[in-house]
Structure formats: structure tokens, C-alpha cells
């Protein structure tokens, strides 16, 4: 399979701190001369209300309009929405499907088994871009940590990428919120991996191939005993099949 490219953001969705992120997956996307068509599901805000989801359909036309891509918004927001054959059809369509963020945990329920999560993994399995910011990046790791319990549990998540936990917003977690990811590294076995995803920052890239950190600050990379961080421009390769990140180039203690 020809798989596309994944980027996974900490924050920033549709704003023009991301406008060079979102410019390198237009121009990547497989459109091949053609104006990029992209798909916004603001599905993790689906329990939110109309007022947060019309939000999110605003801000995402506004910015890839801006950005020169014909853009689709896509109103799936529960279990109905999401196999509604139209919608499938209309993301399967796409060259870029876009999930901002909400709810990892509802977003995952919502996705999981759906026509439109089909459709989406299609699209990157023919060389197009899955790009999720937040609860986005979340459901590709391998579980979703429960926040409520600071981590003691966590539900299955799709484990799409070779590593644990995602953890966006990182450079925001607040003080009291540092025992949560001290307990999730101590959940990780060995040759495992949790990232943390600085705000307005993003971490690109292919399975087995290189993944780039892009924006503003930097990525965090921790297994059981040590962590790294990386900054805007330096390369790590995320290896499917042991599950662990191997650093190109320097990185940052």
C-alpha cells in the first residue's frame, strides 16, 4: 500500500500558526496539480452542541479556502452521522481528511466500525493525508488514556501508529497534571513509546519512514526510562514493527 502521510498536532486547528504545516500536506496530499480537495469532521466535538460544531465548520473553511484547497465540511457527530452513506462517499472522495479536536474518547467510539473511519483509512491507504489535531492524534496511538482516573486505565484506541500514548497540548499540562504522564510512562513496557505533542506543533510523517517535527515548539519522547524532545526541523523514523523511535539527527534533553 501506498500510504500517505500522517500529522498529528498538539493544537492550532485552522489557525495561521499552522499554515506552513497544513501548506506541506496540501502539497502532498496526491492531488497532483489539481486543487487539493479536503474533508473537516469536527466529529470529537459532536457532544458539544451546534454552536462548537459550526464553529469548527467555519474555521476549517475559512482556512483551507485561504490556503487554496476546495473544502468539504462533514457533519458527522454521532454513530448515525458516521454511516450515513453520503458522508463515506464524501470523505472517501477527499485528498486530506481533517479531524479537529474534542473528545478522544467520543471520537473513537463514534469512528470506530463507521463507513466514514473506512473511508478515511482508504483515503491514506491510497496515498493521501490523515491529519488530526489533538483527540485526532489521540485515537491513532494504541490506547487512550483515561484522564479522569490520571492514567491508572485507558481505553483501546485504533494503534495505527507504534506508540502507546499521544499526548497533546503537552507544553500547556499543568502542574498537577505531570503525575498523569509520569504514571503512563510507568504503564510502558519495554521498547514502548509515548509522545507528547507540544501546542501548535506537529509531528508528520510515513509508517517506517521519516516523521519531521514542524511549528512552533517541539515533540516529546519518552519510554520507560528516558525521554527526548525534539525540535521544529529535526527527523525521528517511527519503526512499525518493534515499536520504538530512533532519533536522526540530535536531539534535546
Not at 498529528?8 to 496539480?33: I, T, W
Not at 465548520?57 to 485561504?66: A, D, I, P
Not at 484522564?147 to 481505553?155: D, T, Y
Request: a neutral charge; proline letters at 4%.
Amino acid at each position: 500500500m501506498n500510504n500517505g502521510l500522517i500529522a498529528l498536532l498538539g493544537s492550532g486547528e485552522y489557525l495561521p500558526a499552522m499554515d506552513k504545516v497544513d501548506q506541506y500536506l496540501l502539497a502532498n496530499c496526491g492531488a497532483d496539480g489539481r486543487k487539493p480537495r479536503i474533508v473537516c469532521l469536527p466529529t470529537a466535538a459532536g457532544r458539544e452542541g451546534d454552536a462548537s460544531v459550526n464553529r469548527w465548520f467555519e474555521m476549517g473553511v475559512e482556512h483551507f479556502t485561504r490556503l487554496g484547497a476546495d473544502v468539504q465540511t462533514v457533519p458527522v457527530i454521532d454513530t448515525e452521522s458516521a454511516n450515513k452513506q453520503s458522508h463515506a462517499s464524501t470523505v472517501d472522495e477527499a485528498d486530506v481528511v481533517y479531524f479537529s479536536g474534542g473528545s478522544p474518547a467520543y471520537l473513537h467510539q463514534i469512528m470506530k466500525d463507521s463507513l466514514v473511519w473506512k473511508s478515511a483509512q482508504k483515503v491514506w491507504e491510497r496515498g493521501g493525508v490523515y491529519a488530526g489535531c489533538s483527540a485526532g492524534a489521540m485515537i491513532l496511538g494504541r490506547e487512550i488514556p483515561d484522564f479522569r482516573a490520571m492514567g491508572l486505565r485507558s481505553i483501546p484506541a485504533f494503534g495505527l501508529i507504534p506508540v502507546a500514548f499521544v499526548m497533546p497540548h503537552f507544553n500547556a499540562i499543568p502542574l498537577f497534571g505531570k503525575p498523569l504522564v509520569a504514571t503512563l510512562r510507568r504503564r510502558l513496557t519495554e521498547g514502548e513509546i509515548m509522545i507528547g505533542i507540544d501546542e501548535e506543533t506537529a509531528l508528520v510523517g510515513k509508517l517506517n519512514e521519516e516523521w519531521t517535527v514542524m511549528g512552533k515548539a517541539k515533540v516529546h519522547v519518552f519510554t520507560k526510562d528516558d525521554s527526548k524532545s525534539y525540535a521544529a526541523g529535526e527527523k525521528l523514523i517511527m519503526k512499525q514493527s518493534d515499536r520504538y523511535l530512533y532519533s536522526q539527527g540530535a536531539a534535546q534533553r
